[in-house]
């Protein structure tokens, strides 16, 4: 994950990166649409905590896309005192969303969860109705809770993009 936002980015991370995060939305998109109850009408990428200068690389990817909702653009806040922390004062949203919103939250990476929660606190508090969050990659400590059992449990499974990224089965 580090390489595709590297300066200069590594192309084969990039590529993998970006074949990721397509294939989820390619594939999987309507199964948040379908678990909610709604279909998507908006994305958002989870910005870097705190703010840091110029594009994050997940924005610009997905815009390569022209995916067929309007973007709701989340901004970080310049100063945080824990980023990790769960917090409502993280992120802003450029504008309110109309009722009945469902927002796909998309990032890069999820390591504790507080930055795409944080996000999802944001969106809901401009309106939206429904937030579902797709993650390309999660960072695992084993040291952390049951991540070294998991890891031991999944280390020869191979990835299938065919499974779906919110019930880890068939889709619905």
């Given at each position: 994950?580090?390489?595709?936002?590297?300066?200069?980015?590594?192309?084969?991370?990039?590529?993998?990166?970006?074949?990721?995060?397509?294939?989820?939305?390619?594939?999987?998109?309507?199964?948040?649409?379908?678990?909610?109850?709604?279909?998507?009408?908006?994305?958002a990428t989870v910005p870097s905590l705190p703010r840091k200068p110029g594009e994050h690389p997940?924005?610009?990817?997905?815009?390569?896309?022209?995916?067929?909702?309007?973007?709701?653009?989340?901004?970080?806040?310049?100063?945080?005192?824990?980023?990790?922390?769960?917090?409502?004062?993280?992120?802003?949203?450029?504008?309110?969303?109309?009722?009945?919103?469902?927002?796909?939250?998309?990032?890069?990476?999820?390591?504790?969860?507080?930055?795409?929660?944080?996000?999802?606190?944001?969106?809901?508090?401009?309106?939206?109705?429904?937030?579902?969050?797709?993650?390309?990659?999660?960072?695992?400590?084993?040291?952390?809770?049951?991540?070294?059992?998991?890891?031991?449990?999944?280390?020869?499974t191979d990835y299938n993009v065919l499974l779906c990224p919110w019930t880890g089965r068939d889709?619905?």
């Open positions: 994950m580090r390489g595709y936002k590297a300066q200069p980015p590594v192309q084969e991370h990039v590529s993998v990166v970006t074949l990721l995060i397509f294939m989820g939305i390619a594939l999987h998109s309507r199964c948040a649409g379908t678990l909610v109850g709604a279909p998507i009408t908006h994305w997940l924005g610009t990817l997905l815009r390569s896309f022209a995916l067929p909702w309007p973007e709701a653009t989340l901004t970080a806040a310049e100063r945080v005192s824990d980023a990790r922390a769960l917090s409502d004062q993280h992120f802003g949203v450029d504008r309110p969303l109309p009722p009945a919103s469902s927002v796909l939250l998309i990032d890069d990476t999820w390591t504790t969860g507080g930055h795409a929660q944080s996000a999802v606190m944001a969106l809901r508090a401009s309106g939206a109705s429904h937030v579902s969050v797709m993650v390309a990659a999660r960072w695992l400590v084993p040291s952390f809770g049951d991540t070294s059992q998991f890891l031991r449990q999944r280390a020869n889709c619905p």
